[in-house]
């Protein structure tokens, strides 16, 4: 979509400022991808270089900036991180820094691969944690969105994981209906527990409706989108772009969610991305109707 029919699409847009830089993200795998997955909202795959890796001197680079600015946490996605062999490597600059999250697969966790990380956050006074994307709790439910073998693999990464003493983060976009939501968490569960993973946590988020996943379900509406008024007497601080920013092998974009879209890239720097964004796209809505999809937490629905 260019400009002109962003413009068209929602002149009104209202914006929003970047209250406070609590969240540096990082685009550490770029667009690319050991999977294919048939919802992917950056459209990400093994021959998607649109972003690529991040280099550990590109990242230590906004590590370094980010100390004066006060960030919090750190956030680590893709593509999939762990295909940038300078990852553990980066995860053990970032520890230095602050808490860490990497969002992954789990495909290329391997027992030495747990075990290093297990080591790199016994030597650091932050914590790490590991969010792991499944699509359903069997395989026929995932690997029909995430590609065949998928399934018996992120469970691996896991089982592995959960060996070393972490207690990943399992996310799922939600296909089902609201109504259905305790039982789909309940057979997580179960499903979790008979790989010895007895303490799941699991976090469901919505659909961006962008992407590959505009056509594998459908695109928003045309009355999907946020108005001026909509943001009287919300707490626009739900929303990630005004507690965070998205650092990528060329340049910072407002949030992890928009990176493929031109108005998103803010500038070069930390400091040139201070600046109040538009809500123009309709993913925005996504992110106004459930919050900080992105985050650990909200809106997540842990169950322990
Ligand atoms: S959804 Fe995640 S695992 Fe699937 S193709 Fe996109 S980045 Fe890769
Ligand atoms: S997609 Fe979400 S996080 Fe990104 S700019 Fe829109 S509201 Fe903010």
């Avoid at 972003?51 to 590109?58: A, G, I, K, L, T």
């Avoid at 295909?83 to 820094?97: G, K, W």
């Avoid at 509406?221 to 965070?244: H, K, N, V, W």
Wanted: with cysteine; net charge negative.
């Amino acid at each position: 979509m260019s400009l002109v029919q962003i413009a068209r699409t929602n002149p009104q847009a209202p914006f929003v400022p970047l209250h406070s830089l609590d969240a540096l993200w990082f685009q550490v795998g770029g667009t690319v991808c050991n999977l294919w997955c048939t919802h992917c909202f950056i459209s990400c795959s093994p021959k998607n270089h649109t972003f690529d890796f991040m280099s550990r001197s590109q990242v230590r680079k906004y590590l370094d900036a980010s100390a004066q600015y006060g960030v919090k946490e750190f956030y680590f996605t893709g593509g999939e991180p762990f295909m940038n062999r300078d990852m553990l490597d980066i995860l053990a600059d970032t520890l230095e820094f602050g808490p860490a999250s990497v969002l992954s697969n789990g495909i290329l966790i391997s027992p030495r691969v747990a075990k290093r990380l297990h080591e790199i956050a016994g030597a650091s006074l932050y914590s790490l944690e590991l969010r792991i994307s499944l699509d359903g709790f069997t395989a026929f439910t995932n690997d029909v969105i995430r590609g065949e073998g998928s399934f018996r693999k992120a469970l691996a990464g896991v089982k592995n994981l959960v060996a070393e003493g972490f207690l990943p983060i399992i996310t799922c976009m939600q296909s089902w209906e609201d109504a259905e939501n305790a039982m789909v968490l309940a057979d997580f569960t179960k499903m979790l527990h008979g790989i010895d993973y007895s303490r799941p946590r699991l976090k469901i988020i919505p659909p961006l409706r962008i992407g590959r996943e505009e056509a594998r379900y459908r695109g928003y509406t045309e009355a999907e989108f946020i108005a001026p008024e909509m943001l009287e007497g919300y707490d626009e601080r739900q929303l990630l772009c005004t507690s965070s920013r998205m650092a990528t092998d060329r340049g910072v974009y407002v949030c992890p969610i928009l990176i493929e879209k031109p108005d998103a890239k803010l500038g070069d720097s930390l400091e040139e991305s201070f600046v109040p964004y538009a809500l123009r796209h309709q993913a925005c809505y996504s992110c106004y109707l459930a919050g900080a999809i992105c985050s650990n937490f909200a809106p997540a629905r842990d169950e322990q």
